[in-house]
């Protein structure tokens, strides 16, 4: 096997996205996300630069790809496996592949070589959705610093029962004459971000860029990857729901609602929506993304569907001592280093 670092560009996008779609077959830890699609919407805002692998066979064939970015600042280099969203992110295989622990070991060597040259603060690597085994040879290969426990929920939509509550919801939403449309509209990416916007401050979310909205929102006019849905009541619009998806997975990227129109359930009939679609579609997998704890109301609404959790961790590997981060403190690590992973702020 080999190792390389690549950027996008015509000549590989195709080669990524036939293994990609060739692995979301056996894997649900492929999401939109790891596309190239939504890797170079990542690289436009700035978020960071591309720092992509690819391993392959003696036959030149696709065996891994490890999706990553670099941040660098006036105090170093910041390495994460994928920023900005969350979990699934490590290397993305086969299965059986995975089950070798020498493709994984070679990847994260491949990894840190290719990150010598830097002035590497840390590397984060988020390991895949609920995947015991991975995260045992994860730790094993990298040797890790700090652990990060975290959770998320999922639900397989062929196991989707909606629950007397929610069904009382749907219907209380029909009732209210509350209108789905799909697809993208003039001024629309406008409109959802100032219910977006409105929703983080009221609930202290913190905030994607406006970029990335409109980026994905303008997508969703074209592209399957993306999808926009718009909930509307006499002309007017009341929630709006953004959809990331894979071939086997539907990320739940960006849902928002105008808070005096929450009775009128639009983001239950979003959601709805949109599973219906996806299952139609052969998805297997709702992503619901992680939840800030399982006491918060978002955890509550999420298990009203009756999601599973899964477990993920995030290993960090420090190349500063530990008093480095401690005086840089939360505040000047999350403005050098935003949407990255670079240290636990609460072992600080």
């Not at 730790?139 to 990060?148: G, H, Q, S, W």
Request: hydrophobic share 40%.
């Amino acid at each position: 096997m080999k190792a390389e670092i690549f950027s996008l560009d015509k000549s590989n996008e195709h080669e990524l996205i036939a293994f990609l779609n060739r692995v979301s077959a056996v894997n649900h830890s492929v999401l939109g996300y790891h596309y190239p699609q939504y890797l170079k919407i990542l690289e436009k805002i700035e978020v960071g630069k591309l720092h992509l692998i690819a391993v392959k066979n003696e036959s030149n064939q696709w065996m891994a790809f490890l999706p990553g970015m670099i941040k660098t600042t006036s105090i170093g280099t910041a390495y994460s496996s994928l920023p900005f969203f969350g979990p699934n992110a490590g290397i993305i295989a086969d299965p059986v592949d995975l089950a070798e622990d020498e493709l994984i070991q070679m990847t994260f060597d491949f990894l840190k070589s290719s990150l010598s040259e830097l002035d590497i603060v840390s590397t984060s690597i988020y390991s895949p959705l609920d995947d015991l085994k991975a995260q045992a040879s994860y730790e094993k290969a990298l040797r890790p610093d700090e652990i990060v426990e975290k959770f998320t929920s999922f639900i397989r939509l062929d196991h989707l029962q909606l629950s007397t509550s929610l069904l009382y919801d749907l219907r209380k939403a029909e009732k209210s004459g509350v209108e789905i449309r799909v697809g993208n509209f003039k001024g629309a990416s406008e409109q959802i971000f100032s219910i977006y916007a409105k929703n983080c401050e009221d609930y202290g979310i913190p905030l994607k860029p406006k970029e990335c909205i409109q980026e994905l929102v303008h997508q969703s006019q074209s592209d399957s990857f993306t999808e926009t849905y718009t909930a509307w009541v006499d002309g007017k619009m009341i929630g709006a729901l953004v959809m990331v998806f894979s071939p086997s997975t539907a990320s739940y990227y960006l849902p928002c609602s105008l808070h005096e129109y929450r009775s009128f359930q639009p983001t239950t009939l979003l959601i709805k929506y949109a599973m219906d679609l996806s299952k139609e579609r052969g998805m297997r997998i709702w992503n619901w993304e992680s939840s800030p704890s399982k006491d918060s109301g978002v955890f509550k609404f999420k298990m009203k569907w009756g999601s599973e959790d899964g477990t993920y961790k995030i290993f960090i590997n420090t190349y500063k001592p530990h008093e480095f981060f401690g005086e840089l403190g939360q505040s000047s690590i999350s403005s050098e280093f935003p949407f990255f992973f670079v240290f636990p702020f609460n072992r600080l």
